[in-house]
Nanobody, 126 residues
Framework: QVQLVESGGGSVQAGGSLRLSCAAS????????MGWFRQVPGKKREGVAA???????KYGDSVQGRFAISKDVASDTLYLDMNSLKPEDSGMYYC????????????????????WGQGTQVIVSS
């Protein structure tokens, strides 16, 4: 079992930046694939960014070049640096993890991840 706790959400104007953090604890912690998903009311969660045990990353098309995912294995913390934020980036951001070590072995759907945090809200105003 893995416990994930997100923080760092808030309100920001378009063009601004935020850094989300996800503290992991429990079995395997940050050793497998980890990712950030975003959800807005009425829609399913969409993948924003993910990183695997080899440090390989992938990003959703809408955030490519603006967001950066990283992790600190020593502190078992996952990060999402969000820059040049747009109103359409608003939503509830969830941290997720799964025991698979490589992104190539999983899909890019929320069903591919086993453990979830409670989410942190991001609001970007125009």
């Amino acid at each position: 079992q893995v416990q994930l706790v997100e923080s760092g959400g808030g309100s920001v104007q378009a063009g601004g930046s935020l850094r989300l953090s996800c503290a992991a604890s429990g079995y395997t912690r940050t050793s497998g694939c980890m990712g950030w998903f975003r959800q807005v009311p009425g829609k399913k969660r969409e993948g924003v960014a993910a990183i695997d045990s080899a440090g390989i990353t992938k990003y959703g098309d809408s955030v490519q070049g603006r967001f950066a995912i990283s992790k600190d294995v020593a502190s078992d913390t996952l990060y999402l640096d969000m820059n040049s934020l747009k109103p359409e980036d608003s939503g509830m951001y969830y941290c997720a993890s799964v025991g698979y070590l490589l992104l190539q072995d999983i899909g890019w759907d929320e069903s591919d991840f086993s453990f979830w945090g409670q989410g942190t809200q991001v609001i970007v105003s125009s």
